[in-house]
């Protein structure tokens, strides 16, 4: 393999990966919300949970999958192994690749420039200088979503099988916390999703760049 730098901004499989994650993670999200009406409070034998306002809240119907509690588990769990496959695809190729240098959150390398990018952004300082394929901020909230999604899988399989991986679900803080973890990290998600298309429709050209893979660099 060629080194980060002298390959294109964005390699085959950065881009195979990022665009399977379009349709698995819609997928599990609207089957994901048609359990939750099957069960819409977070606390104990249906009682309020303190940390979720939503009690008792109903997704609308258009943004749900499965029609019914049996139907919307077996697309959850079916295409679930299928996002963790994905995940773990991606997360091998940035070890493998050298690719993790540009793309993951180093604190001593990024933390002063994704402080300034974020101050950019809130229009209280002029646009930082960019190193890089990605700045600070941007490493920041890759890294996160890899975080998250490696939790969402976890809480997800702990509330699956909370006998046969009781440990696990003690480590989320039992059955009721890992289940609101769970759903949160979904919300989670749905903002990260939102502020990344705001982005990309600010700067088109990434999107130009993850479709093709980009120009690659002169040498």
């Not at 393999?1 to 349709?23: G, S, Y």
């Not at 930082?128 to 890759?142: D, V």
Request: avoid cysteine; charged fraction near 15%; aromatic fraction near 14%.
């Amino acid at each position: 393999m060629h080194p980060p730098e002298q390959r294109r901004p964005q390699p085959w499989p950065i881009r195979l990966t990022h665009w399977a994650n379009v349709p698995l993670l819609a997928i599990l999200a609207a089957s994901g919300l048609q359990i939750l009406v099957a069960y819409p409070r977070m606390g104990p034998r249906g009682r309020p949970f303190a940390l979720y306002p939503f009690q008792d809240a109903m997704p609308p119907a258009w943004l749900r999958l499965g029609d019914w509690l049996a139907g919307a588990r077996s697309w959850h769990f079916a295409f679930g192994w299928f996002l963790a496959l994905n995940g773990v695809v991606y997360v091998l190729y940035l070890a493998l690749s050298g690719e993790w240098r540009r793309r993951l959150f180093l604190p001593r390398r990024d933390t002063r420039d994704a402080v300034a990018t974020l101050a950019y952004y809130l229009r209280l300082r002029p646009a930082p200088a960019q190193t890089g394929l990605y700045n600070g901020l941007q490493r920041l909230a890759y890294t996160a979503t890899l975080v998250m999604g490696a939790l969402s899988v976890l809480s997800g399989l702990a509330i699956y099988k909370p006998v046969q991986l009781h440990w696990l679900m003690t480590l989320f803080g039992g059955y009721d916390p890992a289940r609101f973890i769970h759903l949160l990290l979904l919300a989670l998600f749905a903002l990260f999703t939102v502020g990344h298309v705001v982005l990309v429709a600010l700067h088109p050209r990434t999107f130009g760049e993850m479709i093709t893979g980009g120009r690659k660099p002169d040498v």
